[in-house]
């Protein structure tokens, strides 16, 4: 039987989904409209499951936890990574959306710059990640010290600090980075993938009192898997729908 969460989604309508604005894992348009493959795969789950409509609820990674546990949102889907941590504080979902990590630089610029133990050893390098992230704690934990250690709110913002010299190195997942050189084609940038950092693989997130919800949705999630939905979504939105496959929840959370 479904849960009274579900229910309750489905007399209001739509769901609430905590996002952090990051293509092409979020996308939000000129006209407000929420995509990008992370609130598209959702969308397509929940219309499965009779809840027709989505309304996004902005804000920085950092946030987006915090935020669904003060209930200003109903589930996270926004490539949130599933890292042992966080599976101590949300209900992931199964495995979705998986990414490498990188860094990006002016090209020509620190051409050794491999991993963030190296950005930790060169004293005159700042580094720039996501606001909350994992590769802020990453590089964290590598020894960068907070001084050298800059949150960026969004992707133009970082952008635009390591064109000014404010950051030497932005730090986010690879299809972040593609897709922000691209955008910034005439200037030139160049794109290492973090060495020592295993593949990266989000899922969507519930209230840890949400597992019936989050049952539920596994359940359609794999539906999905199978009859070519998820895979046709991914691919709009240049990921490989491979790589999820690879992985598991428990895994992911460190529990095996
Ligand atoms: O889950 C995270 O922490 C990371 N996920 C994405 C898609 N981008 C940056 C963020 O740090």
Same mark, same amino acid.
């Given at each position: 039987? %479904?849960? &009274?969460? +579900?229910?309750?989604? #489905?007399?209001?309508?739509?769901?609430?989904?905590?996002?952090?604005?990051? *293509?092409?894992?979020?996308?939000?348009?000129?006209?407000?409209?929420?995509?990008?493959?992370?609130?598209?795969?959702?969308?397509?789950v929940f219309q499965r499951m009779g809840v027709r409509e989505l309304a996004g609820v902005l804000s920085t990674f950092g946030a987006l936890i915090p935020g669904l546990l003060a209930r200003r949102s109903d589930a996270i889907s926004s490539g949130l990574f599933?890292?042992?941590?966080?599976?101590?504080?949300?209900?992931?979902?199964?495995?979705?959306l998986c990414d490498r990590e990188a860094l990006l630089m002016k090209?020509? %610029?620190? &051409?050794? +710059?491999?991993?963030? #133990?190296?950005v930790a050893?060169?004293?005159?390098?700042?580094?720039?990640? *996501?606001?909350?992230?994992?590769?802020?704690r990453e590089a964290q934990a590598a020894g960068v010290p907070a001084d050298r250690l800059l949150p960026v709110p969004d992707g133009p913002s970082g952008m635009i600090m390591l064109r000014a010299g404010r950051i030497q190195v932005y730090s986010l997942p690879a299809s972040s980075a593609q897709h922000l050189a691209d955008l910034w084609q005439g200037q030139k940038f160049s794109l290492v993938l973090v060495g020592g950092t295993p593949v990266m693989c989000a899922g969507t997130a519930f209230r840890p009192d949400a597992?019936?919800?989050?049952?539920?949705?596994d359940r359609v999630l794999a539906t999905l898997k199978?009859?070519?939905?998820?895979?046709?979504?991914?691919?709009a939105h240049g990921f490989d729908p491979g790589l999820a496959r690879g992985h598991t929840r428990r895994e992911l959370c460190g529990e095996e």
């Open positions: 039987s %479904d849960s &009274p969460q +579900l229910e309750a989604l #489905r007399k209001r309508g739509y769901v609430r989904l905590g996002l952090s604005n990051e *293509p092409p894992w979020t996308v939000i348009d000129a006209e407000g409209r929420t995509g990008g493959a992370g609130p598209d795969l959702t969308r397509a599933i890292r042992p941590g966080r599976c101590q504080a949300v209900a992931f979902s199964e495995p979705d090209m020509g %610029d620190h &051409p050794t +710059l491999r991993t963030y #133990r190296d050893a060169d004293a005159s390098v700042r580094i720039g990640v *996501p606001a909350g992230g994992t590769e802020q597992t019936a919800l989050r049952n539920a949705y199978s009859d070519g939905t998820y895979d046709r979504i991914l691919r």
